[in-house]
Each structure stands twice: as structure tokens, then as C-alpha cells.
């Protein structure tokens, strides 16, 4: 089946540890993006890629890291300058760049929780 | 001033009757607009997009969009409980900027 993968789906972080969350595509989409939400709020953009080891910060890159190796892949590491990082993560992709009928799709999500 | 904003919720409405629920952007260089739809603990699913002003239905949603107002709405016909969930709009411009989202909950 064609699709975004994330894993895992729930994660527990230490304080101090650095976290790296799992997202793969077989959709041949070439963008990817990862998103952030927290409870009663919106979704809001850590990175986002357009190209392989290609990628851009979003409106809230601090604390976050990623790499774009390949095509189908785009791992988001959250750091331990992460204050604040329990939330609910997503990872999207697309064709191109977003336009007319053109959007993003998700991946199922991963729950992080500070412990 | 956030990019997208969504009137806020939540929206309680019976079952059988029309859920009216708002959008309005800041960035006139906006070109496309979509609502998706996202259930409790679940990764938003997209329901429609409008980039022509005016109207345009699919089923019992209608998406509408003023470029002149700067708004979207999104009109949910004939609510049934399967539709209560959070409704997020979204606009495009190099990426998708989303608003808050707006909580329905369709009473039987």
C-alpha cells in the first residue's frame, strides 16, 4: 500500500535525551514536511523539504534537526534543546510545491511525551 | 497577525442540520485553500479544496471562498455523528499555513 509511514507511534524522552522520529513515503512525493500540534491549537511547521539534502526551516525550527538523504525519507530529531517538546508530530508529503489540487498528506502521527 | 484564522469553536449542532464553520487568511498571495478533517487522537485527512471563488460541492460539503473578503467557510449538510471532529482550514503559499481548527460535535 502506498503511504506515509511514521514510527514509532508513541515515544517517551528522558530529560536531557535527544529523540529521533521515523518517517518514510512511498508515494514517490517529492516534498516532506513535519508538523507539530499541540492541544487546542493548530498545526505549526518545524522543516520542511522540497528536494533530497535539501531542506528549510519552518516557524518553529529551535530545538529540532533533520536530514533529507534520501527521497523516501525524512527523520526529525528532537533535541534536548527542545524545552517544551511533548506534543503530537506529523509527518506530510506532496507531489511539489502546494498549489491548486495539490496538497499535502499525512502520516498517521507519533505521541512524544517527556517523562 | 497569524495567516489563517478560524472563528472559534467549539460549534454544537443537531443532528440533520448544517454546520456553518469560517476561515479568513492575511496572505492575498494565497492561491488554494483546504479543509481537512482530523478525529480525536487521529492525523487530519483532507475533505476539499477551493482556489476559484465562489462555490463548489462535493456530497454534503460545500466549500465557498471570497478573494475579495479574504474568507473560506465550509458548510456541512445534513450532520451526522460520524461528523463531529475538528475542522482545520489551511492556505497555501510556499507550504500550508493552518488555522486552529474548529471542534464540531453533531448531537443525535
Known amino acids: 500500500d502506498g503511504g506515509i509511514t511514521q514510527s514509532p507511534k508513541y515515544l517517551f524522552r528522558k530529560e536531557g535525551q535527544n529523540v529521533t522520529l521515523s518517517c518514510e513515503q512511498n508515494?514517490?512525493?517529492?516534498?516532506m514536511y513535519w508538523y507539530r500540534q499541540d492541544p487546542g491549537q493548530g498545526l505549526r511547521l518545524i522543516y520542511y523539504?522540497?528536494?533530497?539534502?535539501?531542506?528549510q526551516k519552518g516557524d518553529i525550527a529551535e530545538g529540532y534537526s533533520v536530514s533529507r538523504e534520501k527521497k523516501e525519507s525524512f527523520p526529525l530529531t528532537v533535541t534536548s534543546a527542545q524545552k517544551n517538546p511533548t506534543a503530537f508530530y506529523l509527518c506530510?508529503?506532496?507531489?511539489?510545491?502546494?498549489?491548486?489540487?495539490?496538497?499535502?498528506?499525512f502520516g498517521e502521527g507519533s505521541w512524544l511525551t517527556v517523562v | 497577525q497569524k495567516e489563517v484564522e478560524q472563528n472559534s469553536g467549539p460549534l454544537s449542532v443537531p443532528e440533520g442540520a448544517i454546520a456553518s464553520l469560517n476561515c479568513t487568511y492575511s496572505?492575498?498571495?494565497?492561491?488554494?485553500f483546504f479543509w481537512y478533517r482530523q478525529y480525536s487522537g487521529k492525523s487530519p485527512e483532507l475533505i476539499m479544496f477551493i482556489y476559484s471563488n465562489g462555490d463548489k460541492e462535493d456530497g454534503r460539503f460545500t466549500a465557498q471562498l471570497n478573494k475579495a473578503s479574504q474568507y473560506v467557510s465550509l458548510l456541512i449538510r445534513d450532520s451526522q455523528p460520524s461528523d463531529s471532529a475538528t475542522y482545520l482550514c489551511?492556505?497555501?503559499?510556499?507550504?500550508?499555513?493552518f488555522g486552529a481548527g474548529t471542534t464540531v460535535t453533531v448531537r443525535a
Open positions: 489551511a492556505g497555501n503559499d510556499y507550504k500550508l499555513s
Open positions: 508515494l514517490n512525493h517529492d516534498a
Open positions: 506530510a508529503s506532496s507531489p511539489d510545491r502546494i498549489s491548486s489540487g495539490n496538497t499535502i498528506y
Open positions: 523539504s522540497q528536494i533530497v539534502n535539501d531542506f
Open positions: 496572505d492575498r498571495g494565497s492561491q488554494s
